[in-house]
């Protein structure tokens, strides 16, 4: 079969920790794509599921309130230390 050369743009910290990663698999990045290519033509699909990252009710929670405090600072009590915090904390 004969090869043909293609180019493809990657973040460069991405390619980078990918080639780590392969490395101690003990593949190179042309055969993972290779891998990745055969395995999608073969299930004509994607070889994994790809799906949105929707955050767990904590996560979500703590993302309501980060918003809610950002919006409102006014309604928080601020600290200047940690010190501060624990003695806040210990004395509740």
Known sequence: MAKVSTNISLDA???KEAQTLL???GLDLSTAVTIFLRQTVREQAIPFRIERQV???ITQAA???YYQIKEH????????SFDEILKDTLDA
Not at 73 to 80: L, Q
């Open 23 to 25: 490395k101690d698999l």
């Open 13 to 15: 910290d991405l390619k």
């Open 73 to 80: 600072p006014e309604d928080y009590k601020r600290y200047s």
């Open 63 to 65: 993302l309501d309130e």
């Open 55 to 57: 955050p767990n009710t």
